[in-house]
């Protein structure tokens, strides 16, 4: 029996336009063992891209590892999140997170459960901040 394995990193993906606005890719780093429903992976956002209207049915924690993002939830202001932070989203709580509109961004992004989609932000919502 093998008690542990170290795997070749799977090929970045791109994320689907479904979901995204504009180009993000993702590193998918690992996924919960047995009926874990935990899901981890590094996503990059380009200047201005951003994920469309969400929630997470459990909750997900963002960690922002790299550049200048945006993450909102509905009904409150838009705030600026940068290396170093966190970010804990309760489970159905809608939200979006994404890049900054001058800057790269990545996070790594700890999820739990199955997400829910809606609509993308449009550049008018996205400009909120005033940016
Ligand atoms: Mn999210």
Redesign the pocket.
Known sequence: MRLMDVEPRKPTAKGPAEWFTGEVWIDTIAQGHGSSPMFIAAVHFTPGAR?AW?S?AIG?TLYVTEGEGRVQSRGEPIVTIRPGDIVS?PGREW?W?GAAPDHFMTHIAVTEGAAEWGEHISDAEYHADGT
């Open positions: 994920t969400h997470h997900q989203t939200h997170h």
